[in-house]
């Protein structure tokens, strides 16, 4: 019986060495980490973290070109308000007969006719031309051209003849013809229709 029980004991011996020995691979295998999981993560952390800062740095310098972004913005919205000032898209012949005779008024100068001529289409634009024939002194015609040259639109003065008409008692009186062509933006919808004709 002692010789069982040796047998027992070297046999129990043996398997919880065994037994040992396979749960540590067991550990080695599925739990235990030296280290190289760890520098996989910090890896992929690092990438993300620079990722993170190249879109951080490009989102910065949207941000600080906003500005100067926006201050080219509105200096284009005050250039093209100027050019409607200048260039207005609802200007009508009414509207040039009425500044040329507000301008007539002014200067003294004796409007004898006014002809509205037929508009012509030019691109963007359409020129809005009138026929004048007037006569004044020296001084009310170069006021007249003066104030014609200084109206907030852009009013041009075309094949302009002036010549010597009468005496009179207040000096030499000037006779002036010429046109006078005002000018009015055309948007898309109407840069291709054919130019209205004067009423």
Do not use: C, H, W
């Amino acid at each position: 019986m002692e010789a069982l029980i040796d047998k027992i004991n070297n046999t129990a011996r043996s398997i919880f060495l065994l037994a040992g020995i396979v749960l540590v691979g067991f550990y080695y295998s599925s739990y235990f980490n030296d280290g190289s999981t760890l520098d996989t993560q910090i890896e992929a952390i690092r990438q993300e973290t620079a990722n993170s800062e190249r879109e951080l740095e490009a989102a910065s310098k949207v941000a600080s070109e906003k500005a100067k972004f926006q201050e080219e913005v509105n200096v284009v919205s005050e250039q093209l308000k100027a050019a409607f000032v200048y260039l207005p898209p609802t200007l009508e012949l009414q509207d040039v007969i009425k500044r040329i005779s507000n301008e007539v008024r002014y200067s003294g100068v004796n409007l004898s006719k006014i002809t509205p001529l037929k508009s012509e289409t030019k691109g963007f634009y359409e020129e809005v031309p009138v026929r004048i024939e007037a006569e004044g002194s020296f001084q009310q015609v170069a006021t007249f051209l003066a104030a014609i040259a200084r109206v907030d639109r852009i009013i041009s003065i075309r094949n302009l003849e002036l010549s010597r008409d009468r005496v009179t008692d207040f000096g030499v009186s000037i006779r002036m013809q010429g046109q006078l062509v005002a000018y009015r933006y055309l948007d898309e919808n109407r840069a291709g229709q054919s130019p209205a004709s004067p009423k």
